[in-house]
Structure formats: structure tokens, C-alpha cells
T-cell receptor, first 113, second 113 residues
């Protein structure tokens, strides 16, 4: 069965600094998608970035980028120039042909002014 | 921008009572998902619909939970009778058919006393 592991329950970063959130997964599939979702307090979950497993190039969305290591089954999220609005729970998620998402347990990111 | 709507946002109920949640997906989204998110954990899929048909309900506690999407548009998730362990956030998400990106609603926070 596929699993997603986020080993950092909580992370802190100084405003304007860079932080990396870790995610590892386990699957026997060769074609799948990986996502990072952000869940601000009392607000809905929104997509931050997605990565297709068949693409070798790491996805980038403005200040957010990923380090996708397919052989190592690692999918980390780097947030550059951190802002106060980045404070939230971040969930790593996996899906393959069933479109069923499997989420990690999340990492709470605190941004310090 | 189109959003997934959910109601109520908050619900407090006594154990053994019945409770229902409603979700209206983004217009045109054929796939609808109900998730349960226990505090401090990632969302876990309860049921997935493709139009009005159930695709996956393997994690739905069918002795007390039921879900329907009669006309393939909005959906209702019901719990009867509610138990203390059902206290959680119930999230609804939708996606276009044959795509992987899911859009989440704000959720219904259920407290069972």
C-alpha cells in the first residue's frame, strides 16, 4: 500500500528566510502525482504545487519549489523569502491511477517576524 | 473564482443523534470526495463519487455513515448515530473528470458531546 510520511511535525522560519519541508513516500507505481497543499488556520486547503512523476524537472511556483528525487522517493518543498502569510499546515499528498489522495500527517510552519 | 461550498461550517451534536453535511462542488466537476480529518492528522478519504456513482467507499464506516449524490451534483454525508470518536473536520473536494487536481471546500467541523 502507498504511504506518505512527513517527519517534521513543526518547523519555524524567520521572515524572508528559506525553509524546506520534507516528505517521503512509498509506492510500487511508476506513474503518479505528488502535491503540496497548504491549510491556513480555519481556512480551506489550497494547492501549492504539483509534480508529475514522469517529469524530471522540479516544479516551481513563484517562491515555492520542490526537490523531487524519484529513486529516493523524496519530495521536499522549499519556500523562499518566507512571508507571514505562509504560516499554515502543509500536507504532502500522493495519487496515482485511482485519483485517490493519500496525505501525510502534515507539518505546521510558523513564520517569525 | 468558483469554490466548493459546504454547510454547515460548524456542528455540535450529542452522541447517538443524527447529523448531515452538505457539499456543492465546483460546477462541471464530475468527481466528488468526502474526507475526514482528525485534529493533527492528514485528511483520510471516506468516499469518492464519479457523477452519481460511488467509486471508492472502502474507508466509510457503513454501519453508521452514508453518502449520496443523487443527481451527480451536490452531495450529502450522514452519520447516524454519531459517536464521540466522530469529532473531526469533514472536508469535501471536487475535481474535473480524469484530472488529478482536487479543490477543497472550507470543511465542516463536527463536535460530538
Amino acid at each position: 500500500a502507498q504511504t506518505v510520511t512527513q517527519s517534521q511535525p513543526e518547523m519555524s522560519v524567520q521572515e524572508a528566510e528559506t525553509v524546506t519541508l520534507s516528505c517521503t513516500y512509498d509506492t510500487s507505481e511508476s506513474d503518479y502525482y505528488l502535491f503540496w497543499y497548504k491549510q491556513p488556520p480555519s481556512r480551506q486547503m489550497i494547492l501549492v504545487i504539483r509534480q508529475e512523476a514522469y517529469k524530471q524537472q522540479n516544479a516551481t511556483e513563484n517562491r515555492f519549489s520542490v526537490n523531487f528525487q524519484k529513486a529516493a522517493k523524496s519530495f521536499s518543498l522549499k519556500i523562499s523569502d518566507s512571508q507571514l502569510g505562509d504560516a499554515a499546515m502543509y500536507f504532502c499528498a500522493y495519487t496515482s491511477g485511482t485519483y485517490k489522495y493519500i496525505f501525510g500527517t502534515g507539518t505546521r510552519l510558523k513564520v517569525l517576524a | 473564482e468558483a469554490e466548493v461550498a459546504q454547510s454547515p461550517r460548524y456542528k455540535i451534536t450529542e452522541k447517538s443523534q443524527a447529523v448531515a453535511f452538505w457539499c456543492d462542488p465546483i460546477s462541471g466537476h464530475a468527481t466528488l470526495y468526502w474526507y475526514r480529518q482528525i485534529l493533527g492528522q492528514g485528511p483520510e478519504l471516506l468516499v469518492q463519487f464519479q457523477d452519481e456513482s460511488v467509486v471508492d467507499d472502502s474507508q466509510l464506516p457503513k454501519d453508521r455513515f452514508s453518502a449520496e449524490r443523487l443527481k451527480g451534483v451536490d452531495s450529502t454525508l450522514k452519520i447516524q448515530p454519531a459517536e464521540l470518536g466522530d469529532s473531526a473536520m469533514y472536508l469535501c473536494a471536487s475535481s474535473l473528470q480524469l484530472t488529478y487536481e482536487q479543490y477543497f471546500g472550507p470543511g465542516t467541523r463536527l463536535t460530538v458531546t
